[in-house]
């Protein structure tokens, strides 16, 4: 779905569940740089696993997130400093979308977006993942710090994006 001024959930994930994006957390976070200057979109949430990506972004044209996605796979694939990196080595070759229909869909992907370290087992405590946006929300008061028990992610527990 192609919605003006949308807001898209994607999941990116990476070539048979590699463990490469946090070791390479630098080339990621320069491949979304590159990326944005390409194209003009907000990257309103995310978390980083070794494996793979979810997001939230919203494109100032909704027909480029495709685009996006690609622009943002080629520049990790290109800098990642494989011997002769290509897609099929590095990423899945597709991806999952999700268009935001409303703001309890919004609220819902956030909270799967933060909570989803604790899900993998990665930390015991949403706010000790350093690779998500979880503490910038926290600052902004949208979530407490301590957010993230099983009270707190009941309207989550049934969504799997991976």
């Not at 999952?96 to 909570?115: F, G, R, S, V």
């Not at 604790?118 to 407490?144: D, I, M, R």
């Amino acid at each position: 779905m192609f919605i003006p001024n949308g807001i898209v959930f994607l999941t990116i994930v990476t070539h048979n569940r590699n463990k490469i994006l946090i070791d390479n957390i630098e080339i990621l976070q320069q491949s979304l740089i590159n990326t944005l200057r390409l194209y003009r979109y907000k990257i309103i949430a995310y978390v980083i696993q070794p494996d793979h990506i979810h997001c939230l972004i919203q494109p100032k044209c909704i027909l480029d997130y495709p685009n996006i996605v690609k622009s943002f796979k080629y520049s990790f694939t290109k800098n990642v400093g494989l011997v002769k990196p290509t897609y099929n080595k590095i990423w899945q070759n597709r991806y999952w979308e999700h268009t935001i229909k409303d703001e309890e869909d919004l609220h819902k992907h956030l909270n799967y977006i933060h909570y989803n370290p604790v899900k993998h087992g990665y930390t015991n405590n949403v706010a000790s993942w350093q690779y998500s946006t979880f503490n910038k929300f926290v600052k902004k008061g949208f979530y407490e710090p301590d957010w993230g028990t099983s009270k707190d992610i009941s309207n989550i527990k049934d969504m799997d994006f991976e």
